[in-house]
């Protein structure tokens, strides 16, 4: 069983606070240093976290193992920015066999315009999880997956998933220190005219060969109230043996968050969020599941559309159009959800969206899918059946897919016409598919022969065989 000891990081730091243990203050303007304990460096940053909603912008820079990252989060009074630069390890690889690591740009924001709040997320690498997405704020109506109330377009503007970095994120990590019971810590308070400075540091290892040593380490610079100006915190973890037994040990992970922080007014700043939203709409494709051309859709098919040009070309908004209108709701109407074509012909359609004026209609033409699959049977279920003189039964035709042209011949042969007779066709429905029926009579002993023809495909004939007895 591994034993557990605790261990202090031994930094350049601790030879300061050393130095500095028996140093008294004479005036304003020296440096008073002295130890606290943990409740001390507790109360420093709730009084931190107090001031979470009152700061304008975050300055921070991350370095995870190696790879950074680095911006800005700004909170205006009705919009919030996050403009980030982030490494990446990319798939190529150097000349050494080595990843290439690549910088990125990142932008995130939400804001409310009016009665319209707007969010974009855009990843220069990856513009296919990059989106763009309007609301229109309303509180008498938000069961519309477009429309936010005023709580939740307020909401949008601190949503912690949308930006993480907040002083709440930089001051939870330096909780660490009394949250982790293995971690043994201790504080220091050096305090200059108005301004304190607090370190915190802390340790563990697991002793062995397959041990490890972590160390922690928080620097918090105050002003005068006690909210944060400028903070650091590190994490780096060793192997055990390296970390003991080599004067140049490095770690094998390391983690330095570092931030700064203002608190001024919050005024809405200069940002074009409107790059990320279409301006204009040139070209759409609309479609259907089977449909072969272009503005063309199936009958009983739901109707979709490809947006295949616009300006700007930054947008990302895409996805939030959706159709406003159709001309002619007996030809396409609105059922489940979906725009389905009901019926064959032509009428206009429009797209748009919730937060501007743009739009897109073009004519679209509603046609009989094409003709792939093709059946006729008897009641029960094959092309022959036996039937007393004076029985009824039918013959049952189904297309496939949903929507084909139901038009089809079904005649009795020449040779055997006086054994049944043949009534108009009938359409029946079950299940949303419909099915084309011929129900006939038997007329004398005999056979008769049915013969089934699609007219989309005329060489292709069914022959029901009517075997007719004595009743």
């Not at 990125?104 to 709040?117: L, S």
Request: net charge negative; with cysteine; aromatic share 14%.
């Amino acid at each position: 069983m591994k034993k557990i000891k605790n261990v202090f990081l031994l930094l350049i730091m601790i030879l300061t606070f050393a130095a500095c243990q028996n140093k008294t203050s004479a005036s304003n303007d020296e440096l008073s240093s002295h130890d606290i304990v943990e409740q001390n460096y507790r109360d420093y940053l709730d009084k931190i976290i107090s001031y979470d909603d009152k700061v304008n912008e975050v300055i921070f820079s991350i370095n995870n193992n190696g790879l950074s990252q680095k911006g800005n989060l700004t909170f205006g009074a009705n919009e919030t920015l996050l403009k980030a630069k982030y490494q990446e390890e990319s798939e190529d690889i150097d000349e050494d066999g080595n990843l290439i690591v690549k910088d990125y740009n990142k932008v995130v924001y939400a804001g409310i315009e009016n009665d319209k709040a707007f969010y974009v997320n855009y990843l220069e690498n990856n513009i296919e999880a990059s989106n763009s997405i309007g609301y229109q704020i309303n509180d008498n109506d938000t069961e519309d997956g477009n429309t936010l109330t005023t709580l939740e377009a307020k909401e949008l503007l601190n949503n912690k998933s949308y930006f993480p970095f907040t002083l709440n994120w930089f001051a939870g990590q330096c909780k660490t220190f009394y949250l982790d019971f293995q971690l043994k810590s201790n504080y220091r308070e050096e305090s200059n005219n108005d301004n304190k400075t607090i370190y915190g540091e802390a340790s563990y290892e697991i002793v062995g060969d397959e041990g490890f040593v972590y160390t922690y380490l928080a620097t918090l610079e105050l002003d005068k109230n006690g909210a944060l100006k400028h903070g650091v915190f590190e994490n780096y973890q060793y192997n055990y043996n390296d970390y003991y037994q080599n004067e140049n040990k490095e770690p094998y992970y390391s983690y330095i968050a570092e931030v700064n922080l203002s608190y001024n007014d919050k005024t809405d700043f200069d940002f074009d969020y409107q790059q990320y939203f279409i301006s204009n709409i040139k070209d759409v494709a609309f479609r259907s599941d089977t449909s072969s051309k272009v503005n063309q859709v199936c009958l009983r098919e739901i109707v979709m559309f490809d947006i295949l040009d616009y300006e700007t070309t930054s947008a990302l908004d895409q996805l939030n159009y959706y159709i406003k209108n159709v001309e002619d709701p007996t030809i396409i109407a609105y059922e489940n959800n979906h725009y389905v074509a009901k019926k064959v012909g032509k009428t206009k359609i429009t797209i748009g969206n919730v937060y501007n004026d743009v739009s897109f209609t073009s004519e679209i033409t509603v046609v009989h899918p094409d003709l792939v699959g093709f059946n006729a049977y008897t009641s029960n279920h094959t092309t022959t059946i036996v039937k007393k003189i004076g029985e009824s039964d039918y013959v049952e035709v189904a297309f496939s897919p949903e929507g084909a042209a139901h038009d089809v011949e079904c005649k009795v042969d020449n040779s055997t016409k006086d054994y049944v007779k043949l009534s108009p066709q009938r359409e029946v429905e079950r299940n949303g598919f419909v099915y084309i029926v011929f129900d006939f009579e038997c007329l004398k002993v005999g056979s008769a022969k049915i013969k089934v023809t699609p007219l989309e495909a005329p060489t292709f004939v069914i022959e029901i065989t009517v075997i007719i007895v004595e009743s």
